[in-house]
């Protein structure tokens, strides 16, 4: 949907570029919520001549789970990459291989992170414009995981059908895979919570000031009771 978008927004005659930054909302404590600048991983990992085939490849060898979090990192100030009709499904690839996914018994290459797109549309004659996506990691019980014994069965059979590809380190750890898994189930849906908050605020037309943290705390300058 989000490629499909950019592309229609180019197609204008309006329109005179448009900017994309990307931030990733991460983390297995409520309290301590990392931001990750995507477009700046993605950029770190992909260097330039690179076709499409190797930029995709390099960026799927990213590790998210390696990378430092920035906890100054804004949405102004995060990194941006211009799109193009051409880039505009590549780069939006490429940004989600290098975002934190893993997998569970219901997906395997599930989001574990709340992801904001963030473009900047400018128009000829007018003010820029921004356009925001979120993807949101799905809210997620217990079903998702299953009890320890059933994640590592679930994954070693996913392995043994092909249909799931660990690392040799990851493999070695599925145990601690689940525990991980479960903690990250726990910020996932506090961050859809902070999202249901927002939007009931929004209703009564009383927006609290506070940043917050995690998923709100990166959708904060923007949203407004202007905005809305």
Do not use: W
């Amino acid at each position: 949907v989000l490629p499909m978008s950019l592309q229609y927004l180019l197609s204008k005659e309006t329109v005179q570029s448009v900017h994309l930054s990307s931030l990733e909302a991460y983390g297995v404590t409520s309290t301590k919520i990392g931001f990750y600048d995507l477009v700046q991983q993605y950029c770190e990992c992909v260097l330039d001549g690179m076709d499409d085939a190797k930029q995709q490849t390099a960026a799927a060898s990213f590790d998210p789970f390696a990378a430092k979090s920035n906890k100054k990192v804004t949405a102004e100030t995060a990194q941006q990459v211009a799109i193009t009709a051409d880039n505009c499904l590549s780069i939006i690839t490429q940004l989600q291989n290098v975002s934190h996914m893993a997998p569970t018994l219901k997906n395997p290459n599930s989001s574990r992170g709340h992801t904001v797109y963030f473009i900047r549309v400018k128009l000829k004659g007018l003010e820029d414009v921004y356009f925001i996506c979120c993807d949101l990691a799905g809210s997620e019980g217990q079903t998702a995981l299953g009890t320890k014994d059933e994640f590592v069965e679930g994954l070693e059979l996913a392995m043994r059908k092909g249909k799931l590809t660990l690392g040799a380190s990851q493999k070695h750890s599925i145990e601690q895979m689940y525990k991980l898994r479960s903690l990250e189930a726990g910020c996932i849906n506090n961050g859809l919570t902070q999202v249901q908050s927002m939007f009931g605020e929004l209703i009564k037309k009383k927006l609290s000031k506070a940043r917050g943290l995690g998923l709100r705390k990166v959708l904060s300058s923007f949203i407004t009771l202007k905005s809305a």
